[in-house]
């Protein structure tokens, strides 16, 4: 596993962190931001369970007409979570068509956007053909990433590390979690779950992240009859011993022309 694309999976300090849904697959943790802070909720993969979304909803209150929620391998959204929000059946990718959409015509109405995100790889093709002004108004999101650490789900590591690089160009990495229902390879746990924040919510950029991952109270194993992957080692904590002063620079241009 080569530092070159390690440095763009770092994660940043954001001490006011919440979790929202259940305490194994389902929930995530995120950064807690004011009552009013988003315009727009997307629920992106839905399945058979949205108490992530339930909860989320439950707080931030967000109108029904500006709340989605898209998978197209369903029939109907799950009874028993949310009656706020719309349901459509459609799978999220890199273009438009009669199933499938790259959200773009919801971009385009709003400036201040959650997004959960749980795709089956899918993720990766929406995240490059995303503009960076589209992305911009993202303002939190909690993405699963599959296959981390090669090129399994369908896609190249290469086409991979682009997207954690365009990330960082808009967001700081501020929670990063290794679903244990995937196996890891390197030490690095082959679905990670990650939760970014857009720049304009920091006044600077935040320093590495020190504290030891999973968080307890916070953090839950996806299947509970196996223990959580323990991530307390570079790049999601801070080890001085690990991190040259090259690299700090490196990630520091990435950041400089927002700060």
């Given at each position: 596993m080569e530092?070159?694309?390690?440095?763009?999976?770092?994660?940043?300090?954001?001490?006011?962190?919440?979790r929202f849904g259940n305490k194994y697959d389902g929930g995530y943790v995120v950064g807690e931001l004011l009552d009013n802070a988003y315009d727009c909720y997307?629920?992106?993969?839905?399945s058979t369970e949205e108490s992530f979304t339930r909860d989320f909803l439950n707080k931030y209150k967000i109108p029904k007409k500006d709340c989605y929620a898209f998978d197209g391998?369903?029939?109907?959204y799950p009874k028993g979570y949310s009656e706020n929000i719309q349901f459509i059946k459609k799978n999220i990718n890199s273009f438009n068509s009669d199933n499938n959409t790259n959200l773009e015509d919801i971009f385009e109405k709003y400036r201040n956007i959650f997004v959960k995100m749980d795709i089956e790889?899918?993720?990766?093709?929406?995240?490059?053909?995303m503009s960076n002004e589209h992305l911009k108004k993202i303002?939190?999101?909690?993405?699963?990433?599959?296959?981390?650490?090669?090129?399994?789900?369908?896609?190249?590591h290469s086409d991979k590390v682009?997207?954690?690089?365009?990330?960082?160009?808009?967001?700081?990495l501020?929670?990063?979690?290794?679903?244990?229902?995937?196996?890891?390879?390197?030490?690095?746990p082959e679905t990670l779950e990650l939760t970014y924040m857009n720049y304009n919510e920091f006044n600077n950029i935040p320093s590495f992240n020190k504290r030891y991952l999973p968080i307890d109270n916070l953090d839950y194993p996806n299947y509970t009859k196996k223990p959580d992957y323990n991530l307390c080692f570079y790049p999601f904590v801070y080890n001085a011993k690990m991190i040259g002063s090259h690299i700090v620079k490196d990630v520091a241009l990435t950041h400089q022309d927002h700060f």
């Open positions: 530092v070159y694309y390690l440095e763009f999976l770092r994660v940043y300090e954001y001490d006011n962190k919440i997307i629920s992106a993969g839905v391998t369903i029939e109907n790889g899918y993720e990766y093709p929406w995240i490059l053909s303002k939190q999101c909690v993405i699963e990433f599959h296959g981390a650490g090669d090129n399994s789900w369908k896609w190249e682009k997207c954690w690089m365009k990330m960082n160009k808009t967001h700081f501020i929670h990063t979690h290794g679903n244990n229902y995937g196996s890891c390879k390197n030490g690095i």
